[in-house]
């Protein structure tokens, strides 16, 4: 498993106190834009090629350091021994000066979208909740799990559901049947909070598929025909919401899961 992150060279400095990684298309035109939150490993070789896979699909893509003030053993981080916990503040503070980064450099402000990996997967929701500018938020298995719905404490000092209550943007949820972090019971109970806040939405479950099986870093978990799949399906969901399909004056939930009859989230474990 590769997780070295690119070159400290290819960063640069989106803000105050963030650093990040960019890559776009040559054009003159205003350019839809991605802000890609990486996973708890850090900014690492996945979260880059994501960047660089959205560039040359026309987005202006960044990904923030969302550990660029950590001070912490980076390597620990990047193997997976060591989890950081981001405070809520924190994700605010990056991703936007990502976005604000953006706006200075070419941007379509009415095309920013925000994706939120695994452990960052409630991270588009933390910034659409304060800033009403972003137009689609994407979550790839993250952000129903346990943990987003913990008492408020100084990291996370307003409920998960406040934040759900105060977005703007649909959001797309990819999941995964065989997922040991986020089980179809997370995904159930956070398709009901946004449904009782009149949040749009659209969420697949796959079946058979494993946490992290767009990652193709991780040679036990990725699934390279179902990870394309995925991919497009991102793209297609930002096509439909820049093309006016998710207007803010209705409500649309879009539900599809493909599991087992006999679904149990006990029976699955850990990949390599």
């Given at each position: 498993?590769?997780?070295?992150?690119?070159?400290?060279?290819?960063?640069?400095?989106?803000g105050p106190a963030?650093q990040?990684?960019?890559s776009?298309?040559?054009?003159?035109?205003?350019?839809?834009?991605?802000?890609?939150c990486?996973e708890?490993?850090?900014?690492?070789?996945?979260?880059?090629?994501?960047v660089q896979?959205?560039?040359?699909?026309?987005?202006?893509?960044i990904a923030?350091?969302?550990?660029?003030?950590?001070?912490?053993?980076?390597?620990?981080?990047?193997r997976?021994?060591?989890?950081?916990?981001?405070?809520?503040a924190?994700?605010q503070?990056?991703?936007g000066?990502?976005?604000?980064?953006?706006?200075?450099?070419?941007?379509?402000?009415?095309?920013?979208?925000?994706?939120?990996?695994?452990?960052?997967?409630?991270?588009?929701?933390l910034?659409?909740?304060?800033?009403?500018?972003i137009a689609?938020?994407v979550i790839?298995?993250?952000?129903a799990q346990?943990?987003?719905w913990?008492?408020?404490?100084?990291?996370?000092p307003?409920?998960?559901?406040?934040?759900?209550?105060?977005i703007?943007?649909?959001?797309?949820?990819?999941?995964?049947?065989?997922?040991?972090?986020?089980?179809?019971?997370d995904?159930?109970?956070?398709r009901?909070?946004?449904?009782?806040?009149?949040?749009?939405?659209?969420?697949?479950?796959w079946?058979?598929m494993?946490?992290?099986?767009?990652?193709d870093?991780?040679?036990?978990?990725?699934?390279?025909r179902?990870s394309e799949?995925?991919?497009?399906?991102?793209?297609?969901?930002l096509?439909?919401?820049h093309?006016?399909?998710?207007?803010?004056d209705?409500?649309?939930?879009?539900f599809?899961?493909d599991?087992?009859?006999?679904?149990?989230?006990?029976?699955?474990?850990r990949?390599?």
């Amino acid at each position: 498993m590769d997780m070295s992150a690119f070159p400290a060279g290819n960063l640069i400095d989106l803000g105050p106190a963030t650093q990040g990684f960019v890559s776009a298309a040559e054009s003159t035109r205003p350019k839809p834009v991605v802000v890609i939150c990486h996973e708890r490993y850090g900014l690492v070789k996945h979260t880059c090629d994501l960047v660089q896979r959205f560039a040359a699909c026309g987005y202006l893509a960044i990904a923030p350091d969302f550990y660029s003030d950590y001070d912490g053993d980076v390597e620990a981080v990047k193997r997976g021994d060591v989890t950081v916990d981001v405070a809520d503040a924190t994700v605010q503070h990056h991703l936007g000066a990502a976005l604000d980064w953006a706006l200075k450099n070419g941007a379509d402000r009415e095309r920013l979208n925000v994706v939120g990996i695994c452990l960052s997967g409630s991270y588009p929701l933390l910034i659409n909740a304060v800033r009403h500018d972003i137009a689609a938020s994407v979550i790839l298995y993250g952000g129903a799990q346990t943990k987003e719905w913990r008492e408020p404490d100084e990291k996370r000092p307003a409920p998960y559901e406040d934040t759900i209550a105060a977005i703007t943007a649909p959001v797309l949820g990819v999941w995964a049947e065989a997922d040991w972090v986020s089980s179809v019971y997370d995904v159930l109970r956070l398709r009901e909070v946004l449904e009782r806040n009149r949040k749009s939405y659209s969420f697949r479950v796959w079946r058979d598929m494993p946490h992290g099986w767009l990652n193709d870093t991780m040679p036990g978990r990725y699934r390279h025909r179902e990870s394309e799949q995925a991919f497009l399906s991102v793209l297609e969901f930002l096509d439909q919401v820049h093309a006016g399909a998710y207007p803010a004056d209705k409500v649309r939930w879009d539900f599809s899961s493909d599991i087992r009859p006999d679904y149990d989230p006990g029976i699955f474990t850990r990949l390599a």
